[in-house]
């Protein structure tokens, strides 16, 4: 999963003013795409990029990285001319580390087209197939987002015409939708995108637009009136600030991915009609009641404080020792400045950056049996050295509760083909919760008005909304391999 956002300031109509007449008093586009990417940041650390238009210009700047090294605090991006753009953040699920994969990605035929993608492709051989063989199309790294994008531009191209208008556009995106299956914009909505609008306050009269993964983005920016983008729906923003929604295929569910809600997204946004923060509160209370059927009296009674692991497990974790009748203590000390070390590439790079994330307060550990409370288990890394943090301060017992189910699928994930008391012993804790399924689910969608009428739950089950062929995960295991024999030199400007 990434972050994705999109801003047509309607600050000028055409024709746009030369580079000129852009001073620092002019609100660019790259200034809102830029600081809202550090708003939703925890979405993706891995690479960020920027892409605007200026008349018939596109210009770029993107590169691994965190967005404030890869944009220089803004510097990079502060005089980037154009009031129409999108940005990108990059958590990679597919691909390589390449500086190359890092987005928006670019192609100039036909017209010059930019696109940031926030999901996965399962059939992307195919598509390299069709791209080599019959578009005649060159596909330059192993992102399945500039396949994405290779499709869309060959439907435009197919259609013939010196310049497209919207329902041209909207026709492109219905071949891209024939030819590419997986988790993107899709008819399941199963990665998170909305828009919201505001006042122009440049251009009296009009108004501007902004898209993003995740409502909080917009709300900082003033922007209101914010609905989510439904499942095989799009959304045409114009010059001049009006906008076209199109249903382009008809929706086949409405199943967000429930990652988001326990893991990816900010307790402070609303997502297809969710409230984040909510449905955390709610899983502390079914992780209550999940531990008062799992474990005795006697085990409960022992416990002597609540420790979330911080921040997503923060709320969950502060309505259980509520439910608990137990002391609440933020005792591990995070620093802000260190990736999310799920996202991290490689098992040892993990491991070591947890240290320098998390501190423990030793008082609120020494003697005590503590309950530790975590979004969710995966490879296990990270949880392990948790633990041994605690033990290391003194801790005379561990339980480890995840808000989430056991996390089985795709591939070397902790809990494949393992009991739960195998995996509290890899982990070395002396007793391990997770979190119910249905449990999961309900907790999300009690309370909100929304439209959701399930969830894309397949890393917990195996079942998942689209059809996943067997060559995909063989595929993704085959690249890792690859990236561990040559991994890519990140700060080289071959890769940039």
């Keep these: 999963m990434c972050g994705v956002a999109a801003s047509p300031i309607t600050t000028y109509t055409d024709p746009f003013p030369p580079l000129s007449h852009i001073t620092e008093s002019t609100p660019p586009t790259t200034i809102c795409l830029s600081t809202r990417a550090l708003t939703i940041l925890q979405r993706g650390q891995d690479a960020a990029g920027i892409a605007v238009c200026q008349g018939s210009r596109i210009y770029q700047c993107k590169g691994n990285g965190m967005a404030a090294s890869v944009f220089e605090g803004g510097a990079k991006v502060a005089m980037l001319p154009g009031f129409q753009g999108i940005a990108h953040l990059r958590y990679p699920t597919a691909g390589t580390s390449s500086a190359l994969e890092?987005?928006?990605?670019?192609?100039?035929?036909?017209?010059?087209?930019?696109?940031?993608?926030?999901?996965?492709?399962?059939?992307?051989?195919?598509?390299?197939?069709?791209?080599?063989?019959?578009?005649?199309?060159?596909?330059?790294?192993?992102?399945?987002?500039?396949?994405?994008?290779?499709?869309?531009?060959?439907?435009?191209?197919?259609?013939?015409?010196?310049?497209?208008?919207?329902?041209?556009?909207?026709?492109?995106?219905?071949?891209?939708?024939?030819?590419?299956?997986?988790?993107?914009?899709?008819?399941?909505?199963?990665?998170?995108?909305?828009?919201?609008?505001?006042?122009?306050?440049?251009?009296e009269g009009a108004t501007d637009y902004f898209m993003a993964s995740e409502s909080v983005a917009l709300k900082q920016l003033g922007f209101s009136n914010i609905v989510d983008i439904l499942p095989g729906q799009a959304v045409f923003c114009k010059k001049g600030g009006t906008i076209e929604f199109c249903q382009i295929v008809e929706p086949k569910a409405y199943a967000p991915d429930i990652f988001e809600f326990f893991y990816f997204a900010r307790p402070d946004t609303f997502m297809d009609g969710i409230s984040v923060h909510r449905s955390r509160e709610n899983m502390g209370r079914k992780l209550a009641q999940k531990m008062k059927r799992t474990l005795s009296e006697k085990e409960i009674r022992e416990i002597d404080v609540i420790i979330p692991v911080p921040e997503t497990s923060n709320t969950a974790a502060a309505v259980l020792a509520q439910e608990l009748g137990k002391p609440f203590s933020n005792a591990f000390v995070k620093c802000r400045y260190i990736h999310r070390t799920f996202i991290i590439a490689g098992q040892k790079s993990r491991q070591s950056a947890v240290r320098r994330k998390l501190s423990p307060i030793t008082s609120e550990f020494h003697g005590k049996v503590v309950c530790i409370v975590d979004d969710s288990l995966v490879r296990g890394t990270t949880s392990r050295e948790i633990v041994h943090m605690a033990k290391e301060s003194g801790a005379t017992r561990v339980l480890f509760v995840s808000c989430s189910p056991e996390v089985t699928h795709p591939h070397v994930l902790i809990a494949r083909g393992k009991t739960t008391q195998e995996v509290a012993n890899l982990i070395h804790a002396d007793e391990l919760v997770y979190g119910d399924l249905e449990d999961l689910k309900e907790a999300c969608l009690a309370g909100d008005n929304t439209k959701v009428t399930s969830f894309e739950v397949g890393v917990f089950s195996g079942k998942y909304q689209t059809a996943i062929p067997k060559r995909y995960f063989e595929g993704i295991r085959a690249l890792e391999k690859t990236e561990k024999a040559t991994p890519h030199s990140r700060g080289s400007a071959e890769y940039r």
Excluded: W
């Design 102 to 203: 890092a987005q928006p990605f670019y192609v100039n035929s036909p017209f010059g087209l930019a696109m940031s993608v926030n999901g996965n492709l399962v059939n992307s051989e195919e598509l390299i197939e069709f791209l080599d063989l019959q578009a005649r199309r060159h596909v330059n790294t192993d992102s399945d987002s500039e396949l994405l994008l290779n499709v869309f531009a060959y439907a435009l191209n197919e259609l013939g015409k010196t310049r497209a208008d919207v329902q041209d556009v909207f026709t492109a995106l219905r071949e891209v939708y024939s030819r590419c299956q997986g988790a993107f914009a899709d008819e399941y909505g199963i990665r998170p995108l909305c828009i919201g609008s505001r006042p122009s306050d440049t251009l």
